[in-house]
Every structure is written in structure tokens, then in C-alpha cells.
């Protein structure tokens, strides 16, 4: 099972202030996010395992992804179009967390807060290397590509589903592991589904924040 590493973190210090609203202005507060972009690179450890598994159907809110159901919700529509879906588990490994929540227990909660901000960014950053290579794998086909799908993050696909789309993975391969709650552990760890087939007319793969429980609230909304 292919395993993603050796990727180029790129955290954007635009982006991590944008959290911050007016307080960005404040000088201790730029200089907190130039030091936690920095630390974040230092901490992270980035990898992630993927698959390519064939999509055999749709089935009203559930989808059938190589031998396993999925339970993607009302939205499971947008897998319809797919022949092939790109499963993946990211991380940046448990050092940048660890950091973070020691900062914090310190009482340096503005260099915790903005670490783990950092941290939030980097995973990002994987993310994004692993929408490329779907991107990648659908032209070589002619293809397009459906938004990045996860569980929790998409309304009506539960996070406990989390089990069913990771049994299609080696979590193993990264050092990743599923807590009871069916939560990924370390943290800063994801689970996604890119569709891939000839129906989808997008060519790169964007976010489903429009389809979100946290759509209003999110920092990190598009």
C-alpha cells in the first residue's frame, strides 16, 4: 500500500493571522505566528498511506467502496459520478501536538495556541499533496475529480463511519491508530475520499466546506 512522505510543508503566514482577526495587528502576536511557522516545520512529520479502490455503487446515503459500505449520508450523491475513489489517512505525527499542549499547560497559551494552529496548516499542507496526486491519477484516465469527502466533516457522514473508510487502509504504515471514539490518534491526523471518473467535470479537487456542520464557524472556510 503506497505510503506519501517526504512532503514540503508550506504554511502560509496570511493565513494562519487571518485566526487571529484584529489581534493580528499586535506585534507579540505576529511574532508568535513567525515562530510557531517555524517550529511547525521543525515538529512535523508528514506521511500518509492511500489506495485506489473501485467505487461499485450508490445506494440512496450509502456507497459501496471496494468491499465496504460506506455511509456517506444525503450526500452520497456526489460519489455517484465515481469509478474509482482515492482513500487516504494523513498526519504530521504526535511531536507538534505534544508541544502545543505542553506550551499551554506552561501557561504560554498564546505560542500554544498558535503552534497548534500551525499544526492545523501543515496537515493542510499534506492534504493538499494528496489532492494533487488524485488530480494526477484522474488526467492520466481523462478524468475528473469530486470534492475532498471526509467523516464529521461532511453533514450526514457520522464520524464513526471513520472505522469503515480507514478498514480500506495500513494505518500501521504511518503510525496512525482509531481511538473508541472512532477518532484518529495523533490528532493532527485525517481520513479523506477523493472520487475519481469520466462524469466529474471539475479537473482539481476543492474542499466540501459548503456541505460542512462547522461551515459558519470554521477559520479555515472557503
Not at 131 to 138: K, V
Not at 195 to 209: D, F, I, K, N
Request: hydrophobic share 45%.
Amino acid at each position: 500500500m503506497p505510503v506519501l512522505k517526504d512532503v514540503e510543508i508550506h504554511i502560509s503566514i496570511d493565513e494562519l493571522l487571518r485566526a487571529q482577526g484584529s489581534a493580528a495587528q499586535r506585534p507579540a502576536v505576529r511574532e508568535a505566528a513567525h515562530w510557531a511557522i517555524a517550529e511547525a516545520r521543525r515538529l512535523a512529520e508528514p506521511a500518509a498511506v492511500w489506495a485506489l479502490w473501485p467505487v461499485h455503487e450508490v445506494d440512496g446515503e450509502r456507497a459501496r467502496v471496494g468491499e465496504t459500505w460506506l455511509h456517506l449520508g444525503p450526500h452520497a450523491d456526489l460519489l455517484a459520478p465515481a469509478r474509482q475513489a482515492l482513500v487516504s489517512v494523513a498526519t504530521i505525527g504526535p511531536a507538534l501536538e505534544a508541544r502545543a499542549n505542553r506550551l499551554i499547560q506552561e501557561g504560554n497559551l498564546l505560542e500554544g495556541f498558535m503552534l497548534d494552529s500551525a499544526g492545523v496548516l501543515a496537515l493542510a499542507a499534506v492534504g493538499d499533496s494528496l489532492n494533487r496526486l488524485a488530480e494526477d491519477l484522474a488526467a492520466q484516465r481523462e478524468w475528473g475529480v469530486s470534492l475532498a469527502l471526509a467523516p464529521g466533516s461532511l453533514v450526514g457522514w457520522p464520524v464513526h463511519d471513520q472505522k469503515a473508510l480507514c478498514s480500506l487502509l495500513d494505518l500501521s504504515a504511518i503510525g496512525v491508530t482509531l481511538n473508541p471514539s472512532q477518532v484518529l490518534v495523533p490528532h493532527k491526523s485525517t481520513s479523506r475520499l477523493v472520487g475519481l471518473g469520466p462524469g466529474y467535470t471539475a479537473r482539481q479537487v476543492e474542499s466540501a466546506c459548503r456541505f460542512c456542520p462547522q461551515r459558519e464557524t470554521c477559520w479555515r472556510r472557503h
